[in-house]
């Protein structure tokens, strides 16, 4: 035997016990719940992110590339907003309502720009492969990006870099550190953990508390059918690609007020890929699976950032591990968490 | 009026041509059966007429208003109901929901599934089970349903003793009679003795065309003429 | 010498187009030399720009081999491309074991693109169990698991985020028959570090070597690909693209050619990922393995021509053509010859009273130039994109061949042999008729 084979066992034989006394670590309770909160929060995030893409699937099969790139706008004209709304002497409720009225304003506006793009982009597509459909969206990506860019740059803002300014607006008690059962959380987790609940309990009881919810889940299972009791579904697919893009958009708003995320245009491809991961896991189109996949991936994704940050020196862990989380559910249950079984259907 | 006029209609599926020239008329209040072997376009004839595949050539007509190249939730509020194949249920939905949304005036949802429930006794109790969970006659008197809700004068039924048991297959029977007697049926029939037994009228279809029509009351089985193109 | 002499009947559009890029160097130095040299010169792609043409357009090509004519979006192809890559600077650094650094350059590129058809292998088996967007979806996880493993693994080099560059291998990379040195020619962006060659009143610059090099190993990998698909196995393909469940029926075991597929298309797209890094000697991750990279191989096959083969190359000159011409880069060895991009040129001939001009509340053209035009071809690219979309489907070559009836190479020596044969006859009596009998 070499001695650098010797070395090696050496070295497996050391990290042995280390990797016990990290388990043991990761164990204690203080830290489990702290990585929990923090999973949470994430998961949160990722639900907003991947909720609209998930709508538009499910009614319409088209998977809307362009999806990160609305959110990316959504946090620039959110983080507009509230620039506009908040000076230095802002207080903290107001900044709050002020967050708010960002939220209302993008949706709104965003919601509107993407019935647009339905109606004026997406449907002379419906009848064609839905290759194309990745293609068109793909495109406006492309375009979205660059447009964004320039307007950015031209206002002298850094288009790479988080927009500081907006993240600026973000009232003090969001940025401080609270004991909560002798567990310290940052107060932005908190919210972004409420604003999560809050959203996805706006999209559950929209989808089964309204008449055009029904439309929307009886139009996903057979859109036929649907027609022919007398509902336009064109109509709500142009009002389901509408709220998806204003769903991403205020994810965006939110993102803008995270100092992992911000406002930045590669913002677009760094919500995207995750949300394509979340969308997969829960099952292409079934909201239900959407928001079990987001808790999933959140909380492996802080699992994997303490284990990053106290033992394993290697910073792509977490990122790595949502990809890998995808790649395991495509082969051992491709249709999902709580998709249908009908493999490549779309 | 008459409720329902089918022009000389052309329908193609890509290349290949179904329906070559059928016409044929519903009266309202009327029961018409439109027999024929497998594969002579009877399904096909009731998707052109809902214009979910439309005609190349040919006019749809309801009540005289032509609703060729409409789309397919128009000519349904126009009072037509389609009572597929298969059933369709949306099998996620709720029982209450798949009647719920067939309901067309939507200020009197409530009264319209009381009406059903009225109706179909039976069906009270799968109220809030999944449509997908029934047995296939259950669904099919919930598809029936879904017809009798939406305030329709005409239903477009398409072989709806498909696969059922003969049991089942009279209370099927018994669910369409009682419904026929508020609006007329265009019904897809292989069983001919029941198609004979529920309809006023009948058309024959063989590829593509209508080649045999008149009342029921003076046909058998044992007509030369049908039976040729009933067998295979 | 009737066989070669109708060898290249056969092959007269491809022997055509061949001969008019050998001589491309050339004339671009001459027209760009001319009096309206410094318009030419914005148009016409610089010789640097069409070695990346070639090397990209030969990964496009890849990915139009499986995706195009199986019908399977490799939406993580960037993998194979990033293996070629990676390993040919690992190779040139001494960071593979057993290898020294001074391995032929031909040997590493042969080496990375047996890793990629092992990834292939790997990759394919699991993947090809699905198919529609959850394959692209599988392959696409595949490859960002790479993407954010190479970024992290700091055995690469000191800072894997920033991806590596040529450190011990100080020469440029040969490329050639190995072994035998007066066969080989090296290839570099940079005269100082690649072969410049000076005989007579042939001068090529380092750029233009590489040219030569990377263009005939892309020719050969072209014609290896295209061999293929015209074989039984490339027939099989398009029947599985057409109707898969057909194809099985039949008897084929349609999984085996899938994989095949996708495993020689890993090949070649290793072979680009090599040339790029041997020409480059500097990659990141955000070059080779970034899911993007994919979608630039997407977006010239779409442009050129989804299953067509030769379109995606096709493509991507357009797409690097239309950079260039929006860059506002004024450098490499032809400065002295005029500006590359549309911006300095702009600048140059409007005159500062023209973009001091005002437009719209302050806004000058001098401002508007900058905004609009300052290498934002991704913009202008997506339009063109999503306009291809709606109106051009097929490409740049596929909308050719659905005009000619078939593939370039055999309809449309046909077409102008037709054409010349009808302006023949009509000629002389269109003729008459002008002159008045």
């Known amino acids: 035997m070499t001695g650098a084979a010797l070395a090696a066992m050496s070295d497996v034989a050391v990290a042995t016990p280390l990797f016990v006394d990290s388990l043991l670590d990761f164990l204690d309770p203080g830290t489990l719940a702290s990585v929990f909160v923090d999973g949470l929060s994430k998961a949160a995030l990722y639900v907003m992110i991947t909720a609209g893409l998930t709508l538009i699937f499910g009614l319409m099969g088209v998977l809307n590339f362009a999806h990160g790139s609305l959110t990316m706008i959504g946090a620039y004209a959110g983080g507009l907003v509230l620039v506009v709304l908040v000076s230095d002497s802002t207080g903290s409720v107001a900044r709050i309502g002020a967050f708010f009225a960002a939220v209302a304003v993008v949706f709104a506006l965003l919601a509107v720009a993407g019935a647009g793009i339905e109606m004026k982009l997406v449907r002379p597509l419906y009848d064609r492969n839905p290759l194309y459909q990745i293609l068109l969206t793909f495109g406006l990506t492309l375009v979205l990006d660059e447009l964004v860019e320039i307007i950015v740059h031209f206002y002298g803002i850094q288009p790479t870099h988080e927009w500081q300014a907006a993240m600026a607006t973000k009232p003090a008690f969001l940025t401080a550190t609270y004991s909560l059962l002798g567990l310290s959380v940052v107060g932005l987790d908190l919210f972004e953990i409420a604003f999560g609940v809050l959203t996805v309990v706006a999209v559950w009881a929209f989808l089964t508390r309204t008449r055009y919810g029904l439309y929307i889940r009886a139009g996903s299972e057979d859109s036929e059918m649907t027609e022919a009791l007398g509902i336009n579904v064109r109509r709500a697919f142009t009002v389901v690609f509408g709220l998806g893009v204003g769903i991403a958009a205020v994810a965006g708003v939110l993102l803008a007020w995270d100092v992992t995320w911000g406002a930045s245009v590669p913002l677009a491809a760094e919500t995207l890929l995750p949300a394509f991961v979340v969308v997969i896991v829960g099952g292409l189109g079934t909201f239900r699976g959407t928001v079990a996949a987001a808790i999933i991936v959140g909380l492996v994704d802080a699992t994997m950032t303490w284990w990053f940050q106290n033992v394993v020196d290697f910073p792509g862990l977490p990122e790595m591990t949502i990809f890998l989380i995808l790649v395991v559910m495509l082969v051992v249950r491709p249709q999902g968490l709580f998709g249908v079984a009908e493999v490549g259907g779309h | ?113 009381a009406h059903a429930f009225e109706v179909f006794p039976d069906l009270e109790q799968f109220r809030d ?19 009798l809700v939406g305030d329709n004068d005409l239903l477009l039924v398409d072989e709806p003793s498909e696969g059922l048991a003969p049991l089942i297959v009279e209370t099927v029977a018994e669910s369409l009679r009682r419904v026929s007697s508020d609006t007329s049926l265009l019904l897809v029939e292989q069983n001919f003795p029941l198609a004979m037994d529920l309809a006023d009228r009948f058309y024959l279809l063989d590829n593509g065309q209508v080649v045999e029509q008149g009342s029921t009351d003076d046909v058998s089985r044992e007509d030369e003429q049908i039976r040729r193109h009933l067998s295979a | 010498m009737t066989a070669l002499r109708s060898y290249l009947r056969r092959r007269v559009v491809l022997v055509a187009l061949v001969a008019f890029l050998g001589a491309y160097p050339g004339l671009h130095n001459l027209l760009v030399s001319s009096p309206v040299g410094t318009e030419l010169a914005l148009v016409l792609p610089r010789v640097e720009t069409m070695v990346s043409v070639f090397y990209f357009g030969l990964f496009a090509m890849s990915f139009d081999f499986v995706s195009g004519y199986t019908g399977y979006l490799s939406f993580g192809h960037a993998a194979f491309f990033g293996t070629g890559a990676y390993t040919v600077i690992l190779v040139a650094n001494g960071k593979i074991p057993f290898l020294a650094s001074s391995t032929p350059f031909m040997l590493s590129l042969l080496l990375g693109a047996v890793l990629a058809v092992m990834l292939a292998l790997l990759i394919g088996a699991v993947s090809f169990r699905l198919s529609g967007v959850y394959f692209a979806m599988i392959t696409l996880g595949f490859a960002q698991v790479l993407y954010v493993f190479v970024r992290n693994w700091d055995y690469l080099s000191s800072n894997p985020r920033d991806g590596m560059s040529v450190l011990e291998h100080p020469a440029g990379f040969e490329v050639g028959v190995p072994g035998i040195d007066a066969l080989n020619l090296q290839i570099a962006s940079a005269d100082f570090v690649g072969e410049t060659i000076s005989m007579g009143w042939i001068q090529l610059s380092a750029a233009e070597v590489s040219y030569y090099m990377v263009g005939l190993v892309v020719l050969a990998c072209y014609l290896a690909m295209r061999r293929a698909l015209r074989s039984p196995f490339g027939r099989t393909m398009v029947a599985i693209r057409e109707n898969e469940e057909r194809a099985r029926a039949i008897g084929y075991d349609t999984f085996r050619y899938k994989l095949g597929a996708f495993t020689v298309s890993a090949f070649f797209a290793a072979i680009a990922g090599g040339l790029f890094a041997g020409y480059a000697r500097s990659v990141t991750p955000e070059n080779t393995f970034f899911f993007l990279v994919s979608g630039d191989a997407l977006l010239a096959a779409i442009l050129g021509g989804f299953g067509t083969l030769a379109g995606p190359l096709l493509g991507r000159l357009f797409h690097e053509s239309l950079s260039e011409f929006l860059s506002d880069q004024a450098g490499g060895p032809h400065i002295d010859v005029g500006q590359l991009g549309l911006l300095p040129y702009l600048r140059q001939t409007l005159g500062e009273s023209t973009l001091a001009t005002e437009l719209y509340n302050g806004f000058t053209v001098g401002e508007f130039v900058e905004v609009f035009v300052n290498g934002h071809e991704s913009l202008y690219l997506g339009v063109l994109f999503v306009l291809f979309v709606f109106y051009v489907p097929n490409g740049l070559l596929g909308s050719v061949q659905d005009r000619l009836g078939g593939t370039v190479g055999s309809e449309l020596p046909a077409a102008v042999r037709r054409l010349w044969g009808r302006y023949r006859t009509e000629l002389p009596t269109t003729i008459r008729r002008l002159w008045g009998r």
């Open chain 2, 1 to 113: 009026m008459t409720l329902l006029e089918v022009d000389d209609v052309h329908t193609y599926y890509g290349q290949s041509h179904i329906l070559e020239g059928v016409s044929l008329t519903v009266e309202a209040g009327e029961t018409v059966a439109l027999i024929g072997r497998n594969g002579v376009g009877k399904t096909t004839t009731l998707r052109t007429i809902l214009q979910l595949t439309a005609p190349r050539r040919g006019s749809v007509r309801i009540r005289g208003e032509d609703v060729t190249g409409l789309g397919t939730h128009d000519v349904a509020r126009r009072g037509l109901g389609w009572i597929p194949e298969d059933r369709r249920m949306f099998s996620e939905l709720s029982v209450e929901e798949n009647l719920r949304i067939a309901v067309k005036d939507t200020d009197r949802v409530g009264g319209k599934l």
């Open chain 2, 129 to 147: 089970k999944k449509a997908g969970a029934l047995s296939g006659g259950q669904q099919q008197m919930v598809a029936i349903a879904r017809g």
